[in-house]
C-alpha cells in the first residue's frame, strides 16, 4: 500500500511538473528556408558596454558558435552573459547585422536550449529600411530545456525587403548569481 502510495505521489508531482510551463507555441504550417544554422561562420555579436548610452549597462559578453547542443546540424549560436545580481540590469543583446530581404515571411521560427536552472524572458527585435525602425515581436518565457519560439511577422510585411538587424534580447528579472549562458539554433523563415 504504501509503495502504491508513493509511485501515485510521484505520478501527482510529474503531473504537476508538466503543467508548470506553458506549452511552446505550435509551428505554423508553410515553406520554411534556412535563415541561419550557425554551420557556416558566425555573423552573430553581442552588445557590449558601448551599448550603454542606448540604454541601461547590457550584460551579454559573448556570441560564440558552439558544439554543445544543436538542433539542426553540429553547431549552434551560445550566448554568454555576466552575473545578474539584484543590482544588475538583467538586460542582454545578441544581433545578427546584414542586409536581407526575407519578403513573404510571415514568421520567424527559432530553437532555444536553456541549460541553467533559471528562466530567461526573451524578445526578438527587428530593425529595417533606411530608418533602422524598431519593431519589437513576440516576447518569451525560456524556461530550462529545449524550446520552440515563434515570432509573428504580420504587423510590418512592409518593411521585410529590408531587414537591418535582428536581435534576441533577454530582459530577465530575477537574481542568478553565476555567468550564464543559452544557446539558439535552427533560425528560420516560414512563408
Ligand atoms: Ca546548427
Request: glycine content about 6%; hydrophobic content about 40%.
Amino acid at each position: 500500500m504504501k509503495k502504491l502510495f508513493i509511485i501515485f505521489t510521484i505520478f501527482l508531482l510529474s503531473m504537476a511538473a508538466a503543467f508548470a510551463q506553458p506549452a511552446d507555441p505550435e509551428i505554423p504550417e508553410g515553406t520554411q528556408e534556412l535563415f541561419d544554422g550557425f554551420e557556416k561562420g558566425n555573423y552573430w555579436i553581442w552588445a557590449g558596454f558601448d551599448w550603454d548610452q542606448y540604454g541601461s549597462h547590457k550584460i551579454s559578453t559573448g556570441a560564440n558558435i558552439s558544439r554543445d547542443w544543436a538542433s539542426e546540424g553540429k553547431h549552434s549560436l551560445e550566448m554568454t552573459m555576466e552575473v545578474m545580481d539584484k543590482d544588475s540590469s538583467k538586460s542582454a543583446i545578441w544581433f545578427y547585422d546584414g542586409t536581407n530581404d526575407i519578403s513573404g515571411a510571415r514568421y520567424l521560427v527559432m530553437d532555444f536550449y536553456n541549460p541553467e536552472n533559471y528562466v530567461y524572458n526573451i524578445n526578438v527585435v527587428i530593425q529595417a529600411t533606411d530608418g533602422w525602425n524598431w519593431w519589437s515581436l513576440d516576447h518569451y518565457n525560456l524556461y530550462p530545456g529545449v524550446h520552440t519560439f515563434v515570432f509573428d511577422l504580420s504587423a510590418h510585411p512592409e518593411r521585410l525587403n529590408d531587414v537591418r538587424r535582428i536581435s534576441i534580447n533577454n530582459d530577465s528579472g530575477a537574481v542568478l548569481m553565476k555567468e550564464s549562458h543559452f544557446y539558439v539554433d535552427n533560425i528560420r523563415i516560414i512563408k
